[in-house]
């Protein structure tokens, strides 16, 4: 390891302009304080409340390094409990995810309920006078906030607002949401990707200068059969990603989100894609629907986007192409990444099954799309490892950045504007004190 890392912890020293220092993907000490620092201290994103929507619907999650519940108690409220018997701090749920009133420890059989709270001691009689149940309950997320259905934790009791740290993004959120005539989405917590690969947490998402080389194979193979209702990914990658004149652009917000906005690349699209519907009968009762909700313009260019916001929330939420994408840190060079193909309420089962399709046909475990990324980021992290030249550069198209009027720092489809803005965010939150 570099003397810059072994003689201090000055990480605002790791994080440039231009460039990072390879540390940050590597160093066992720095991802015990990216714990700390990053995923102890800002919003997470824990679930999507459809996941669990009756009385004791129940799944659990990992948030840094806390296992938590995520339940629905009997007032209809969404719980955070931490997975943590308070008598010798077993786990007191192994079971990914169900429906259960109470929650028995399996060590000792201390019983809780769905607001956490203590409802059951074993031999309760050897216990004090003033032994108190109600002193015991589980420990719970410092705050939780939502927006649209997306419910995100922080583990710190104190700090900004879920609506600030959101920031211009939510606009984003609402492209996936409002491509359901409704407004509601259904994620279902049985109905998941799940990719383990041996790489940095970093690496996930948010790259518009890889397609080109990563997946060109397979998007010239949808290119060819791709509809242009069933799925954005076919259609998105085709144009230069290098020509100033790109449609698309890449844009960083604060607080470390990014986007890879197609909104402009895809707009055109809106009166083929509403043709293409137009030949199914529940296909016209969706474009019926949209229009009665949202009205013509706004429903066609949300047909146009197929619900796509391709927007990554630091530090592990990504809204992309059909899904929701759940970055979770295992080590410094592991990272389980959970991917949960999104349904529309309110429209036919064959527009569900095309987008499940298309979601399967990129990024199922049998299709080309995620295993390429997989594979790219595992060889990334052995030669991040070979740290004689230790910095890596994130510089592209930094001399034509520009601030839009959404207040997003914007330009080219390939330039790393996504990478500065989350990188700024790691420094921030890593020197906070
Ligand atoms: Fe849970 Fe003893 S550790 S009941």
């Given at each position: 390891?570099?003397?810059?890392?072994?003689?201090?912890?000055?990480?605002?020293?790791?994080?440039?302009?231009?460039?990072?220092?390879?540390?940050?993907?590597?160093?066992?000490?720095?991802f015990?304080?990216?714990?700390?620092?990053?995923?102890?201290?800002t919003w997470?994103?824990?679930?999507?409340?459809?996941?669990?929507?009756n009385?004791?619907?129940?799944?659990?999650?990992?948030?840094?390094?806390?296992?938590?519940?995520?339940?629905?108690n009997?007032?209809?409220?969404?719980?955070l409990l931490?997975?943590?018997?308070?008598?010798?701090?077993?786990?007191?749920?192994?079971?990914?995810?169900?429906?259960a009133?109470?929650?028995?420890?399996?060590?000792?059989?201390?019983?809780?309920?769905?607001?956490?709270?203590?409802?059951?001691?074993?031999?309760?009689?050897?216990?004090?006078?003033?032994?108190?149940?109600?002193?015991?309950?589980?420990?719970?997320?410092?705050?939780?906030?939502?927006?649209?259905?997306?419910?995100?934790?922080?583990?710190?009791?104190?700090?900004?607002?879920?609506?600030?740290?959101?920031?211009?993004?939510?606009?984003?959120?609402?492209i996936?949401?409002?491509?359901?005539?409704?407004?509601?989405?259904?994620?279902?917590?049985?109905?998941?990707?799940?990719?383990?690969?041996?790489g940095?947490?970093?690496?996930?998402?948010?790259?518009?200068?890889?397609?080109?080389?990563?997946?060109m194979s397979?998007?010239?193979?949808?290119?060819?059969?791709?509809?242009?209702?069933?799925?954005?990914?076919?259609a998105?990658?085709?144009?230069?990603?290098f020509?100033?004149?790109?449609?698309?652009?890449?844009?960083g917000?604060?607080?470390?989100?990014?986007?890879?906005?197609?909104?402009e690349?895809?707009?055109?699209?809106g009166?083929?894609?509403?043709?293409?519907?137009?030949?199914?009968?529940?296909?016209?009762?969706?474009?019926?629907?949209?229009?009665?909700?949202?009205?013509?313009?706004r429903?066609?260019?949300?047909?146009?986007?197929?619900?796509?916001p391709?927007?990554?929330?630091?530090?592990n939420?990504?809204?992309?192409?059909?899904?929701?994408?759940?970055?979770?840190?295992?080590?410094?060079?592991?990272?389980?990444?959970?991917?949960?193909?999104?349904?529309l309420?309110?429209?036919?089962?064959?527009?569900?099954?095309?987008?499940?399709?298309?979601?399967?046909?990129?990024?199922?475990p049998?299709?080309?799309?995620?295993?390429?990324?997989?594979?790219?980021?595992?060889?990334?992290?052995?030669?991040?490892?070979?740290?004689?030249?230790?910095?890596?550069?994130?510089?592209r198209?930094?001399?034509?950045e520009?601030?839009?009027?959404?207040?997003?720092?914007?330009g080219?489809?390939?330039?790393?504007?996504?990478?500065?803005?989350?990188m700024?965010?790691?420094?921030?939150?890593?020197?906070?004190?």
């Amino acid at each position: 390891m570099t003397t810059l890392i072994a003689s201090s912890r000055d990480y605002g020293a790791l994080v440039q302009e231009d460039r990072v220092h390879s540390a940050i993907f590597t160093d066992e000490q720095i991802f015990q304080d990216e714990m700390e620092r990053i995923f102890h201290r800002t919003w997470l994103f824990a679930l999507h409340e459809s996941e669990i929507p009756n009385f004791g619907d129940f799944k659990r999650i990992q948030l840094g390094r806390y296992p938590i519940i995520a339940t629905r108690n009997e007032k209809g409220e969404v719980q955070l409990l931490i997975n943590r018997c308070r008598h010798r701090g077993a786990q007191v749920c192994e079971a990914a995810r169900g429906n259960a009133k109470r929650f028995q420890c399996w060590y000792h059989g201390w019983t809780y309920d769905t607001t956490g709270d203590l409802v059951g001691v074993t031999g309760p009689e050897a216990y004090d006078e003033d032994f108190k149940p109600e002193q015991y309950s589980l420990a719970k997320v410092a705050r939780i906030g939502s927006y649209r259905g997306f419910v995100f934790a922080s583990l710190a009791e104190h700090g900004m607002s879920l609506d600030e740290y959101l920031g211009p993004t939510k606009q984003y959120f609402d492209i996936m949401v409002d491509s359901s005539p409704t407004g509601e989405l259904e994620v279902k917590p049985g109905v998941v990707n799940k990719t383990m690969y041996r790489g940095n947490w970093k690496q996930v998402g948010m790259d518009g200068y890889h397609p080109h080389y990563v997946h060109m194979s397979v998007f010239k193979i949808f290119s060819k059969r791709e509809s242009t209702t069933g799925s954005a990914v076919g259609a998105i990658h085709l144009e230069d990603p290098f020509a100033d004149a790109s449609k698309s652009r890449t844009r960083g917000f604060p607080h470390g989100h990014a986007c890879l906005d197609f909104r402009e690349q895809r707009r055109p699209h809106g009166v083929a894609a509403i043709e293409e519907l137009n030949h199914t009968d529940e296909g016209r009762k969706y474009v019926e629907d949209m229009v009665a909700a949202y009205g013509q313009e706004r429903a066609q260019e949300l047909i146009a986007w197929h619900g796509d916001p391709h927007l990554g929330i630091f530090p592990n939420l990504q809204l992309i192409h059909d899904h929701v994408r759940v970055v979770i840190p295992i080590s410094p060079g592991e990272t389980e990444v959970l991917m949960y193909p999104v349904f529309l309420k309110g429209v036919g089962q064959s527009i569900n099954e095309k987008r499940l399709r298309a979601h399967e046909a990129f990024y199922g475990p049998a299709a080309a799309g995620s295993p390429d990324d997989a594979e790219i980021f595992e060889r990334t992290q052995r030669g991040l490892l070979a740290d004689a030249e230790p910095w890596i550069l994130l510089g592209r198209g930094i001399r034509r950045e520009q601030v839009d009027e959404d207040s997003s720092v914007a330009g080219c489809i390939s330039d790393e504007i996504t990478q500065r803005a989350q990188m700024q965010e790691w420094k921030r939150l890593m020197t906070a004190r």
